[in-house]
């Protein structure tokens, strides 16, 4: 089977500029994670969804964060104004909830985000 | 509130030794425990889970946990290092109706030739 899909794979931006960041997850995957992951940290779950809806966004910071899962397929992860901060690798992960391979993640190879 | 900890930050280990990397966890209700292998410049990779059962788990590349109720542990362990698995593990709990997800801080294990 096809893996998780993220592009693109790097970004570099000025500081108060915009960026996107797309994920495809894998076909069948009702639970699609955004994570923030700085260098030396673990991932820091952003947004879940279920199908295309949120199920846990209290870490996603929305003054600047906004993501969404039109379908319940792909989804997309815009910052918008970017800060310094926001300097990370941006993870994407799919998952079942039930049967043998339930709630074991899938993750993509990650969008790395330079702010400048 | 849940949260997991790992609380070393490296270890480091000789080949062919038996290893272990440390995870501990707080959490109301049963917990989903997960270890996850990160090599550099690659994506994370699921290595094994915790979900009910036996308390023993065996998982890729020859590695197993064994989860640890009374002590809030799911422990990481390989009878024989190999220096290939120098990476950084990640553990990671569930919890909750919705699945709530924690992970932790990451411990970067060396395997010494």
């Known amino acids: 089977e096809a893996g998780v899909a993220q592009s693109p794979r790097y970004k570099i931006i000025e500081k108060r500029q915009s960026v996107a960041f797309w994920c495809n997850p894998i076909s069948g995957h009702a639970t699609l994670y955004w994570y923030q992951q700085i260098l030396g940290q673990g991932p820091k779950l952003l947004i879940q969804f279920q199908n295309n809806g949120v199920v846990d966004d209290s870490q996603l910071p929305k003054d600047r964060f906004s993501a969404e899962r039109l379908k319940g397929v792909d989804s997309t992860l815009k910052i918008q104004p970017a800060k310094l901060e926001d300097s990370a690798v941006y993870l994407c992960a799919s998952s079942l909830i039930k049967g043998a391979r339930g709630y074991e993640q899938y993750f993509g190879p990650g969008t790395r985000l330079t702010v400048t | 509130a849940q949260s997991v900890a790992q609380p070393e930050d490296q270890v480091n280990v000789a080949e062919g030794n038996p290893l272990t990397v440390k995870c501990t966890y707080s959490?109301?209700?049963?917990?989903?425990l997960f270890w996850y292998v990160q090599y550099p410049n690659r994506g994370l990779q699921f290595l094994l889970k915790y979900i009910t059962g036996d308390n023993l788990v065996k998982g890729s590349y020859g590695f197993e946990a064994e989860f640890n109720k009374s002590q809030t542990s799911f422990h990481l362990k390989k009878p024989s290092a190999l220096v290939s698995d120098s990476a950084l593990y990640f553990c990671a709990l569930f919890s909750g109706g919705y699945q709530k997800v924690t992970f932790g801080t990451g411990t970067k294990l060396q395997v010494i030739p």
């Open positions: 959490v109301s209700g049963n917990p989903y």
